[in-house]
């Protein structure tokens, strides 16, 4: 009889059990979250189907709730630091979304503070990259009219943040770029589903004193398509020619579209700044904060690249911070610039007066 090897499939670890519960809230299906003896069901409602949220209402007899971060509370004119919860019963699907993402939105006359298991769920609709309005009713433990969904405690949600930060180098191979010459892409895989995440090195860094480094996030309209919103294109290729000129660096290009919100949020938001509000603004009135970005990813591909410390280029302090909180040593930064233009003068503006990014943006506009 042959030796076979067994493999234990039903050994789950929790980073697993978030991605199950984050694909099931993709698909706009219920997810339970548990805290000791207390469960919550919920939806998301930037994805789920008015029928099943009228199913929802009926399976919790009409007492479900709606969550809404601090940021949307905001919006709305209740201040408040951990969300807010509103009764639905009575409102449809309609008025459910209006109240969750609508600019101009009644501030509700029935509200509570939110539950931080029900706050909990909302970090789970972001790692999701949906927006962070959930419809949640808590149910008892011998309730078995939810027991066909995926389930999650808060402890394998905390625990997961852990296995973000474990990667591994796929590939590395060479890649000649217009002005920079040729160029190492190394591409890392891990984190939340496994993505695969882009290092580019740029000729032959000195691993013995700080590296420059820029860490860079994606944007599709600005890297790729070139729009005059942002300066996101010019600091990517900007970011390059920095990083040649200095004798050589790294740039780690991050899948965290929309600082971290996502494309669907980011286009959301877009079309509210053209209704007149900044940046910062159009993300809260979905609920999102002003930056949603993470930075462990970055840290484990620069350690394993060799990477401890850095000369980062960027015009964010936060950015600096993300890193040293994750074992990088940043050393020193500088600044990296774009053109200024009438379609992202206020945008600069808001990342310089809001959010604290070292631009000297006059400069730059009287020398545009």
């Not at 042959?2 to 219920?30: H, I, W």
């Amino acid at each position: 009889m042959k030796n076979e090897q067994c493999f234990d499939f039903q050994s789950v670890s929790p980073q697993m059990e978030v991605e199950r519960a984050v694909a099931e809230l993709r698909f706009g299906r219920p997810v339970i979250m548990r805290d000791c003896d207390r469960r919550i069901a919920t939806l998301a409602l930037d994805c789920v189907s008015p029928s099943l949220f009228d199913q929802f209402a009926r399976a919790t007899d009409n007492r479900h709730s709606l969550y809404l971060t601090e940021e949307r509370a905001g919006r709305l004119g209740i201040g408040t630091v951990c969300g807010i919860a509103v009764p639905l019963a009575g409102r449809s699907f309609d008025d459910a979304s209006r109240l969750a993402y609508a600019l101009g939105a009644e501030r509700p006359v029935l509200w509570e503070a939110a539950d931080p298991l029900v706050a909990a769920t909302a970090e789970l609709a972001r790692l999701a990259l949906l927006l962070p309005a959930m419809v949640a009713h808590e149910i008892d433990a011998d309730d078995n009219r939810f027991a066909a969904c995926q389930s999650l405690d808060v402890a394998q949600l905390k625990a997961s943040i852990i296995a973000r930060q474990h990667f591994q180098q796929v590939v590395r191979t060479r890649v000649p770029l217009k002005d920079i010459g040729d160029a190492d892409f190394a591409v890392f895989r891990g984190g939340l589903a496994q993505k695969d995440q882009i290092a580019i090195i740029v000729g032959n860094p000195d691993l013995s004193r700080p590296v420059p480094a820029r860490i860079h996030s994606s944007c599709i309209t600005g890297d790729l398509c070139g729009s005059l919103k942002c300066d996101c294109g010019d600091q990517l290729r900007n970011g390059l020619a920095q990083l040649k000129a200095a004798g050589g660096g790294v740039l780690v290009y991050l899948d965290q579209e929309g600082r971290g919100t996502g494309i669907g949020a980011k286009m959301r938001a877009y079309g509210y700044q053209h209704q007149g509000l900044d940046t910062i603004d159009a993300d809260a009135e979905l609920g999102l904060a002003s930056d949603h970005r993470r930075y462990e990813a970055a840290a484990a591909m620069l350690g394993l690249l060799g990477i401890s410390r850095v000369i980062l280029h960027t015009n964010n302090p936060t950015k600096i911070d993300g890193l040293r909180a994750n074992g990088i040593d940043v050393a020193g930064h500088v600044r990296v610039t774009g053109t200024v233009t009438p379609d992202n003068v206020n945008y600069l503006r808001t990342k310089t007066l809001r959010a604290g990014h070292t631009l000297e943006l006059e400069k730059l506009i009287a020398a545009g």
